[in-house]
């Protein structure tokens, strides 16, 4: 179906206008899955003038182009989409098409107020509008008291070579609710399947190090029997949901799971670059993972046993050597404290409230009092205290 309503050609003799942004969208993300394909090889691809005819190599992107590649065309489609059909245009005839508006002025829409949801976070970063990337302290906000989770993980624990052991940092914990650089844990929410039919063994990485997972070995050992690789909260190392077809959605189940504590560190203000090197190396750390819990000496038996039962899906990423392309990225550019489905559409829902205002007004959005704005979402039906909630509070 179209993402959007056809675009009308601007001027005479101006280039094919795109009636479907989805399948232009889908041409650009093909070009660039050619250009890394031209990139990688030894000799180039020369230029023809039907990009259909040219021939479809075997060798595929890498892990980590494939996902970079996914993640960079979603945030594109994601945040063109989120864009009014004027504005839509306008993005798309002057950043993608290089051309101006048919007027000649500036093809920068003025607005007398925008609101950019979370999708949009690219486009809005790269017009340099300030975001937030890090935990904030109380001081940042008018009314003190944001709880803080500042605590670094130390045991005391060295390894062999009297250094610490590999996931324990030795930095200064800080004052209690002080902000700090750190954005929440990423990681890969794991489908698998214990199908026998379907079932991909689990190998052993091409990047495996065993010593990445010590601290994981210690902590398997102090649990004891306690400890299974699937349960309750505490008696867990990875927390497997069942779906259809004999296939999971696996997630963080433990102190030491899926979450790679501390390694994404710059991903959110990142570069190309560096930010195909921390998925790298996410990949790396959670295939490792799945290997260590299937066959490392330190693990209990019942445990790989356990482990060994599940296996990658053959019928799902083909492209991608059975792992997903997606990296959950829990958190990274912020506007505010946005993160689930229901915050984004009441904070969408009130920031447009106080945009109204605000040109209804003729002030800045920072100028609004909160009061019309409230009595305007609570005509709306927004429940804005517990004493809305009825029963439902308790």
């Known amino acids: ?70 993640e960079e065309i979603q945030f594109l489609a994601d945040g063109i989409n989120t864009l009014s059909a004027r504005c839509r245009e306008i993005f798309i005839l002057r950043r993608l098409k290089g051309m101006f508006t048919p007027t000649g002025c500036s093809s920068t829409p003025r607005m007398k107020a925008t609101c950019w949801p979370w999708p949009a976070s690219p486009i809005v970063s790269a017009a340099k509008v300030a975001t937030n990337t890090a935990r904030s302290s109380p001081a940042s906000f008018p009314k003190p008291g944001r709880p803080g989770n500042n605590g670094t993980w130390t045991s005391g624990r060295m390894a062999p070579d009297g250094k610490l052991l590999f996931g324990v940092q030795d930095v200064p914990r800080g004052p209690d609710h002080a902000g700090d650089h750190k954005v929440q844990a990423y990681n890969f929410r794991l489908c698998l399947t214990d199908a026998e039919e379907n079932r991909v063994p689990i190998s052993r990485p091409e990047n495996y190090d065993p010593s990445r997972y010590d601290l994981l070995a210690l902590y398997i050992a102090k649990k004891g029997d306690a400890i299974n690789l699937t349960g309750g909260k505490g008696r867990s190392l990875l927390k497997i949901d069942s779906l259809p077809n004999r296939k999971t959605d696996i997630n963080d189940g433990a102190p030491f799971s899926t979450d790679y504590i501390g390694a994404n560190g710059g991903y959110p203000d990142g570069d190309l670059a560096t930010r195909r090197r921390i998925l790298q190396d996410h990949v790396d750390y959670t295939k490792g993972l799945l290997y260590f819990l299937g066959h490392d000496e330190r693990v209990p ?94």
């Open 1 to 70: 179906m179209p993402c959007g309503p056809a675009i009308p050609p601007r001027k005479a003799g101006a280039a094919e206008p795109i009636h479907w942004v989805r399948a232009f969208l889908f041409k650009v993300a093909r070009n660039v899955a050619l250009n890394l394909l031209a990139h990688q090889r030894v000799s180039p691809i020369d230029a023809v003038a039907d990009l259909s005819i040219l021939p479809v190599t075997a060798e595929g992107p890498g892990t980590t182009d494939a996902a970079c590649t996914h």
């Open 301 to 394: 038996a019942r445990i790989q046993q356990q482990m060994r039962r599940w296996g990658y899906p053959w019928d799902e990423y083909q492209s991608n050597g059975n792992w997903s392309p997606q990296l959950y990225i829990r958190e990274a550019r912020r506007f505010a404290s946005l993160r689930m489905e229901p915050v984004f559409m009441i904070i969408s829902e009130s920031a447009g409230v106080a945009a109204a205002v605000a040109v209804k007004e003729n002030l800045t959005v920072q100028d609004v009092s909160i009061a019309p704005v409230q009595q305007r979402l609570q005509t709306r039906r927004q429940r804005l205290w517990l004493k809305d909630l009825g029963d439902h509070q308790k």
